[in-house]
């Protein structure tokens, strides 16, 4: 291999490689929806298209599917049709709707659930009981540019109501998760890119070899499969990994496994949410919801080992997610996240089957923050 192609690695390479087009978040779509229904409440006029900037700092560009603005102004209401691209995503294809209203001077950004949106029911997820669905990092870019618009238009802060909708959300929710984890109602609005990274199994997987070629040219010595983008700026800040040493395993972490078991390199990380880690430390390979579930039984008997007790272990296997499971050891004291990463390690090495790697795990929450990892083995 050149080293040209040597220098072509990284989560972007492996994107390029499977020759699948990527979509827009539903959280992109309900920003750009939000971003024209309030240029529109101010203006008195639509931007069609409408352009928004993503967290890494792409600046996408969408086209209204549908628009009205109050004749005496009191609310606008802009729709983004949602575009997943080549992901078999069952939200492609849906109107997205954000009807954004004036709030006093100082009431700041408030967000509402609308038709089709769900609610959150049960605890352990990244938002209150009681909130609409609308996860933390698409409510920060909504945020971010209203406070734009504002700005463009001679306000100091931006005091709005953002309430979004998804036409025939709570259909399409029915063929989600979402009614399993007390999200009821509707969809969720979701996205910590804006982007959806489209995954054809073969198409992905051969991206991971090859992703694990370009390291080797490179002659990278230490590795990273990487769940997603946040697992990736763990590893980064943890390790200064350069970015052809970073592998976008996605939900295929036996792929990159049974590659690395073949190709060797010295070291290998694996990062990666605490509930789709926990799936690994069961045994299972294939990390996708449709394909492995969170096994709370599991846990409590990891938590067991840890020290929780009777009462705490049975709290921990009748609980909602694994967010909540890890949460409630949390409070107890009982290290559950470190006691997945172990054994998820000692699941990685048990495929490598005495291959020269050296493995370690780090398991984080949404934010990004490590809440577990194992020592190198």
Known sequence: MSETDAAKGGRGAQLKHTGLRPGWTTGACATAATTAAYTALLAGDFPDPVTITLPKGQTPSFALAAEELAADSSYAMAGIVKDAGDDPDVTHGALVRSTVRALPPGSGVAFRAGPGVGTVTRAGLPLAVGEPAINPVPR???REHVARVARAYGRETADVEITLSVDHGEEIARSTWNG????????SILGTTGIVVPYSCSAWIDSIRRGVDVARAAGRTHVAGCTGSTSERTV??????????????GDFAGAVLKYVRRHPVDRLTVCGGFAKLSKLAAGHLDLHSARSQVDKGFLADLARRGGAGEALAAEVAGANTGLAALQLCAAAGVPLGDLVAERARDEALAVLRGAPVAVDVICIDRAGTVVGRSAVR
């Open 140 to 142: 920060e870019m909504m």
């Open 236 to 249: 980064v800040a943890e390790y200064g990994l350069p970015e052809d040493a970073l592998l976008d395993m």
């Open 180 to 187: 399993r984890l007390g999200i009821l109602g509707g969809l």
